[in-house]
């Protein structure tokens, strides 16, 4: 049993009621190995903002989770290395059982995530409620996330080939039975990196796909009923367009990518929205960079002059996300 503190880790909770007064959200990266992890703790040192490094289940599988558990210890000492220490939080996506949430309460995790958004909404209610007990139980007290409603598309083991939005007129139940201290909702957001079928978005003059706007009246109507609830919004990559013709440029095939505007998560960051996720961006900036070295340096076979750059790339990313979507620069 390792509790979080112990690796020098934070739960959510002080930062959420942070973001919401404060109108920003905290960026939730995904991580599973070592240049990721070292390119957003560089970007969120540098521009002081506190981070969530999240882990799903797939990415414990391939990682190993006692080596997740070292690298996020790894994680604050590296920042304070670097000379800020930043709030970090170990959290949990889309955990799918009880027993997976508790192994990760148990191995140093400070956040966790019960997805029954696929369950019919009583036993959503009950196995989120019994997660909650669980990690609030804790020694140190471990934050929990739950989800209403179901977003389209696919993520690691987490697939669905239709949306529902939340419901407003559940959250208040919802919330006051699971006793949880966040909520992901479904609001227009998509896992993946092709968010929306073509016949679901306009096309501008250059044929590139323009989604369909979020839902910022389902939103407003779930901040009316739970004032001041710290919201999350999953599958808020943006899907540069950028970087999906540098990947296409050098060999790649990506059809029909797109994300959601940047402008809309900044729209969304400054609500009671308070930890977005953002995975997909981060695969494509790292594929678009060791495309374009693979092809441009034929001779090249160190690992470490092909995922430098790509690390370089993903620390810029993060960095701009910081600064000029989530607004959690400066907040650390
Ligand atoms: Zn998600």
Redesign the pocket.
Known sequence: MTSYKELGLVNTKELFKKAVSGGYAIPAYNFNNMEQMQSIIQACVETKSPVILQVSSGARKYANQNILKNMARGAVEYAHELGYDIPIVLHL??GDSFELCKDCIETGFSSVMIDGSHLSYDENVALTKKVCELAHSQKDYVTVEGELGV?AGV?DD?SSEHSHYTQPSEVVDFVGKTKVDSL?ISIGTS?GRAKFKPEQCTRDANGILIPPPLRFDILEEIEKQIPGFPIVL??SSSVPIEYVHMIEKYGGKLTDSVGIPEEQLRKAAKSAVCKI?IDSDGRLAMTALIRKILVEKPDEFDPRKILGPARDELKKLYSHKNQNVLGSAGRA
């Open positions: 996506d889309h977003l993520e987490v992901a896992h999953h599958g996720n």
